[in-house]
């Protein structure tokens, strides 16, 4: 048995040896055919997915009144920064909201009185994101530094006045190898941040530790929200995804794939049932988590820039919508209408977002200036 058995051993070696030789383009054929595979079975999936489709938001919505335009006007205009400003957010507190730009300063705003309550300077300018903790006692930056830096802001580490420069961060969090494009606070003690290097991660800010990696996407992640009930959030992605998470298991629950360019903006509609989008494609879209689609798409033929922030008003029927051509436009959430385009800044309209009580607008842009909408 030995002796019969040992030939078709080494033929049998060799056989597999001699296949793997000549391989090489066997190998990218069938990553090819793989490839080819998979975007068929996508197709059928997504007929299939349509099949079930048995009318339209839109449809539905037709018999719906048509809001009135929008008529909101600029109330305040906060200057300080001396830069672009590149990211703003809103406390709990709806008279607070902080600013981050590349003259290298955070600054806490009273957006009643225009007055700075705080004024951090940073150890880089290079600041992409920042965030405002939900018990308005931190903030938080990241950005080409790629660490998400926090400040307590009732710590007398932390200026309390706009004159101090003797500002240190109370935690720095540095894992990521791509810069930190966006930072969500969970509470005081967990933060969600997404960069460049095509992750998001979780964190325990008191032990200054990653918890958890978030990392199905193919490309920089722009921009990520968390769900109302925190326990799920939403990225969007330059791959054109935008992919829910589970915080609790660390896996992606749905990807939501229409989107034809990266997605520079994602937010959560007020329920928590759906996802709103911004994209370099100039749309932006309404995905809902229970269809497991998308529901609408808010595009008009003028509009050939690409869409930079998002911000849903507090009963959702409004979606507000940043662009590269200086505008913010107004999007009734039902019908899809376009009900108002506000003109105000004089350059890119990088960050806006709603305030808590759903009573006022902030938009940053690099123009170097905010301004409060009501």
């Known amino acids: 048995m030995n002796n019969t058995g040992a030939p078709g051993v080494i033929g ?8 793997g030789a000549g391989s090489g ?21 997504r007929i299939t997915r349509e099949s079930f489709v048995d009318t339209t938001l839109r449809a539905m919505a037709s018999t719906i009144e048509p809001l009135p335009r929008v008529t909101i006007k600029v109330k305040r205009t906060l200057r300080g920064h001396l830069a672009k400003v590149y990211a703003m957010h809103w406390a709990t507190n709806p008279r607070h909201l902080v600013s981050a730009s590349q003259d290298g300063k955070l600054i806490v705003w009273d ?13 880089s300018s290079w600041v992409m994101t920042c965030a405002y ?51 969500r606070f969970l509470s005081d003690w967990q933060i969600l941040t997404a960069s460049g290097d095509t992750t998001c991660m979780l964190w325990d800010v008191e032990a200054g530790m990653k918890i958890l990696e978030f990392a199905d996407h193919s490309a920089d992640v722009m921009s990520l929200a968390p769900a109302p009930n925190k326990s799920i959030f939403v990225s969007g992605s330059c791959d054109a995804t935008a992919r829910v998470w589970d915080i609790r298991s660390g896996r992606c629950v749905q990807t939501f794939l229409t989107h034809e360019q990266d997605i520079n903006s994602v937010q959560f509609f007020p329920s928590g049932e759906a996802i709103g989008t911004g994209s370099d494609d100039t ?3 309404l995905f809902d988590l229970r269809a497991d689609r998308e529901l609408n798409q808010y595009a008009h033929d003028s509009l050939a820039s690409g869409v930079t922030s998002v911000a ?63």
Request: aromatic share 8%; with cysteine; charged share 20%.
């Open 25 to 45: 383009g066997d190998y990218a054929e069938r990553i090819a055919a793989a490839k080819r595979e998979a975007e068929q079975l996508k197709d059928r999936i």
């Open 111 to 123: 957006a009643y009185s225009t007055n700075k309550l705080h004024a951090v300077p940073l150890a």
């Open 283 to 285: 749309t932006c879209r």
């Open 312 to 374: 849903f008003s507090l009963s959702g029927r409004l979606l507000f919508a940043g662009y590269d051509n200086f505008d913010v436009n107004v999007w009734d959430v039902l019908r899809g209408d376009r009900i108002g385009v506000l003109n105000g800044h004089d350059n890119r309209v990088s960050c806006l977002g709603v305030s808590s009580d759903g009573m006022a607008l902030c938009t940053g842009s690099w123009d170097n200036n905010l301004r409060i909408w009501a």
């Open 12 to 19: 049998s070696a060799g056989s597999v040896v001699g296949n």
């Open 133 to 183: 903790a939900p018990s308005g006692n931190f903030v938080a930056c990241g950005g080409l530094d790629n660490i998400c830096s926090i400040f307590n802001l009732k710590s007398s580490a932390t200026m309390s006045s706009p004159r101090d420069n003797n500002t240190r961060p109370a935690r720095q969090l540095s894992a990521h190898t791509g810069y930190l494009s966006c930072c």
